[in-house]
């Protein structure tokens, strides 16, 4: 039996920076992860870094998160391949620019300092990007990083911050005996805690049913692929608006690229599927016409939860005192996901967030009856 | 409509092919290369003129009477070379043809997909003049081409004699054979290998006939390092009596082949760890049928027994096919097959041992020594890797890339899962399999696609 602080069920970025900002803190941890740290889709994800073109709700978490990612290397050991390379974001209609300007205008004040651009400022500044843009909005402090890389990592600092971390240690049971959680796992452990995080990503929805408050999650999958090593072009990160595709280089040259959705091969894999991996194959070339006659040498996918609003669930069950959730980033959660570790650690160590999560309420899924 | 499909028209997908045709049902064979006959009965371009003899050796006469089959079919298949198979699922193969995509249904399709060489590394591997056994034998069946002039074969496995014997009598000046397997463990696999005495033989005939022209074979020899400038100039092995010097500019080495299994990963084939082999291999009854219905494996993409063994599971695989859509099949052959299949397989039991697998590179592959040509990848990042934890091989290679560049891992692969192995001291069946992803081989951005 073991007796912690507080049990993190799912070793993504998440579960992964709360146990390593509450190990910080002295607090004793356990990370239970039924496969490996940063396996799924916290470490096969784009790896955009990026909090352009968010909800201006998740602004101020991803605004803190941002100040945590300058801190990657002291925080992480590692760089991860994090740069600041900025975002570019491509409007491919007149109407898509002024969408793009929309949001320019109402997330001024939260610090992104967006700078739209027009068709020859982006000829001008981003030559690379293809006669089908019309214009873009710059994030110049967004940027990318590896997920394979740091999403592990994160897991692995908490690990030295005196986390106990727990990979292929399914959990199987959660039980709350009044006082703290029970939680067993496969390999035979049994936890107790006063505090239960529930950060299972897609697979987060069958522990807050047990808890009686059930969330209409359902699974994506991107189809993400990269190419063999070109010469460096791309020097940012792209996006376009009203979705599509999305494309970075990476210092070693070779260019990542994801768009559309792939299908589940079983409740835990995914594959990008072949109309997906086409279609950003014939995409592409519009956008970034340098990759003509380029070869895409992998392709892969993950799987990701997503709730209607595409807004994640983070704070406080309404259920069930001391539980606490974050999950269903909806495909945006490789950013923002230290900053939703940190919240978390405010909770557990000073009753609240020191940002408002009130946006990202579970009760929002649950009319409340009056009887 | 959907097709019955045979991937790969070596010796098994053209052996497939005929007793689908002879049957009365026309299958589609796919095949990357122009022309049938895969690996082993490459054939040289259409205007070449040499003679089978020159090219195949004694085994003309198989190579003939299989080129001969996929000649005669021609009209009687849908045959599409040059033609890749990129990606499998739901049903449908993805391909890639002359910058076109398109799909494919399928009712049924035979895998058939072949085997390259496995390749432990040593220094200097990469350096030009450096060659697997295989891409040597392919140089001078397809092209009329040696990989040098004065070049040394290396490693061990069957092709180990036969291509340097092919070099010797196209010409070429083979400076010596480094056999990594010693005297002693070939004379204890003899008795497996007397239930084949005719590929024997032709082992044996090989050896002697490279000796007997002068060409030093050395046994139980470690290829310890290649070197050169621009290209190899000279390598230095050892043996029981210490380390050796010699001067070549062109070196052919392998440790046997390994079968090139990714098409069934991706058509969701079961696979299951095989000893003999030292890999993931998908399962298949003795017909040939995966453990999915409409998926049939042959030859030695589905672990390595050979080309004679191939053209009966190629023909196994297409009967089991037939009897499952319906068709009669000759009541005695699949009995008679599955005993030669089994014969070959004793054989091919008694090759392991004679060319047994050298354990010790694992241990002993120096940190430096570049595993991974695609990414960069050196055994010291593995072990580095290994040491922080890491010991599943799919998260070593999310960790440090490798198996990650253009080869998908088909060229480092099985050398990775040793080093992973020695390093987390694990036997090599428990740290995992490297999962498969489209495409198997690149993939060209612009291509044309096929509505």
């Known amino acids: 039996m073991i007796e912690v602080d507080a049990v993190i069920i799912g070793g993504g970025i998440v579960g992964a920076s709360a146990a390593l900002f509450l190990g910080k803190t002295g607090r004793r941890v356990a990370l239970l992860e039924r496969d490996f740290c940063g396996s799924h889709s916290s470490g096969v994800n784009y790896g955009g870094v990026r909090r352009q073109g968010r909800p201006l709700s998740q602004l101020p978490l991803s605004q803190k998160a941002h100040a945590i990612w300058a801190q990657l290397p002291q925080l992480i050991g590692i760089d991860g391949e994090y740069q600041r390379s900025g975002h570019l974001k491509l409007a491919r209609s007149l109407n898509d620019l002024l969408a793009l300007q929309d949001y320019a205008d109402s997330s001024q004040g939260f610090g992104l300092d967006l700078q739209v651009l027009d068709r020859a400022q982006l000829r001008a500044r981003f030559p690379w990007v293809g006669d089908v843009a019309v214009g873009a909005s710059y994030c110049p402090d967004d940027g990318h990083a590896n997920p394979r890389l740091v999403s592990p990592a994160f897991a692995q600092a908490a690990r030295r911050h005196g986390a106990q971390v727990h990979e292929q240690c399914a959990v199987t049971s959660v039980e709350h005996d009044g006082q703290r959680f029970r939680v067993r796992t496969q390999t035979g452990l049994e936890l107790h805690a006063p505090w239960l995080l529930n950060c299972a990503g897609a697979w987060a929805g069958n522990l807050a049913a047990q808890f009686g408050e059930p969330v209409p999650m359902h699974s994506g999958h991107p189809a993400m692929l990269v190419t063999e090593p070109l010469p460096l072009v791309m020097n940012a990160s792209t996006g376009v608006e009203g979705g599509g595709i999305y494309a970075r280089q990476v210092a070693r040259g070779n260019c990542v690229l994801g768009g559309g959705q792939g299908f589940a091969l079983d409740n835990a894999r995914a594959r990008p599927g072949q109309s997906a991996v086409l279609e950003i194959l014939r995409q592409a070339v519009e956008l970034y016409p340098f990759l003509e006659g380029a070869q895409a040498i992998r392709t892969w996918s993950g799987t990701e939860g997503y709730l209607p609003d595409r807004q994640p669930v983070i704070g406080h069950s309404r259920t069930q005192p001391g539980l606490l959730h974050a999950f269903g980033f909806a495909g945006a959660g490789f950013q923002i996901g230290p900053a939703v570790g940190q919240a978390l650690t405010e909770i557990i160590c000073s009753g609240a967030s020191k940002t408002s999560l009130d946006a990202f309420s579970i009760t929002r899924f649950h009319s409340i009856s009056v009887a | ?451």
């Open chain 2, 1 to 451: 409509m959907k097709s019955v499909v045979i991937i790969g028209a070596g010796p098994a997908g053209i052996r497939a092919a005929q007793t689908l045709v002879e049957h009365g049902v026309r299958p589609v064979l796919l095949d990357e290369a122009a022309r049938g006959g895969g690996q082993i009965y490459r054939r040289q371009p259409a205007n070449f003129k040499r003679s089978a003899v020159k090219l195949y050796g004694f085994e003309a006469r198989k190579a003939n009477a299989l080129h001969q089959t996929i000649d005669t079919l021609r009209e009687q298949l849908d045959y599409r070379p040059e033609t890749l198979v990129w990606n499998a699922e739901d049903g449908t193969l993805d391909t890639l043809h002359d910058g076109h995509a398109a799909r494919l249904a399928f009712s049924k399709v035979i895998v058939a997909t072949g085997a390259t060489d496995r390749i432990l590394p040593v220094p200097g591997w990469t350096l030009p003049g450096v060659y697997s056994l295989g891409a040597a034998q392919i140089a001078l069946k397809f092209q009329g081409c040696a990989i040098g002039e004065r070049v040394v074969f290396a490693g061990s496995g069957p092709l180990l004699y036969l291509v340097a014997y092919q070099y010797a009598k196209a010409g070429a000046k083979v400076v010596a054979v480094l056999d990594s397997s010693p005297f002693s463990a070939q004379a204890r696999a003899l008795p497996g290998l007397l239930s084949q005495p005719a590929t024997l033989a032709k082992g044996i005939y090989y050896r002697g006939w490279l000796t007997a022209h002068g060409i030093a074979v050395h046994q139980g020899a470690t290829l310890n390092r290649i070197d050169g400038e621009q290209r190899v100039q000279s390598l230095k092995w050892s043996d029981s009596n210490g380390q050796h010097q010699l001067d070549c500019d062109a070196v052919a080495f392998a440790h046997g082949l390994r079968s090139e299994t990714q098409l069934a990963d991706l058509l969701g084939c079961e696979f299951a760890w095989n000893p003999l082999n030292r890999a993931w291999l998908p399962t298949r009854d003795n017909a040939g049928r995966s453990s999915i219905a409409q998926v049939y494996l042959a030859g030695d993409g589905a672990g390595i027994m050979g080309a004679d063994a191939a053209e009966m599971a190629g023909e196994r695989a297409a009967l089991a096919l037939l009897e499952d859509i319906g068709y009669l099949i000759p009541p005695q052959r699949p009995a008679q097959l599955e005993q030669s299949l089994k014969r070959i397989g004793d054989f091919r039991q008694g090759l392991e041992r004679a060319f047994a697998f050298p354990e010790h590179w694992a241990a002993e592959v120096a940190d430096d020594v570049m595993v991974c040509r695609c990414e960069e990848v050196r055994a010291g990042d593995i072990r580095e890797v290994v040491r922080e934890g890491h010991w599943e091989i799919n998260r070593v290679k999310a960790h440090c890339r490798v198996g990650m560049g253009r080869c998908q891992g088909r060229m480092c692969g099985a050398a990775a899962a040793e080093i992973i192995a020695r390093e987390s001291q694990r036997p090599v069946s428990e740290i995992g399999r490297l999962r498969a992803q489209a495409p198997i081989k690149p993939l060209p951005f612009g291509l044309e696609i096929e509505a």
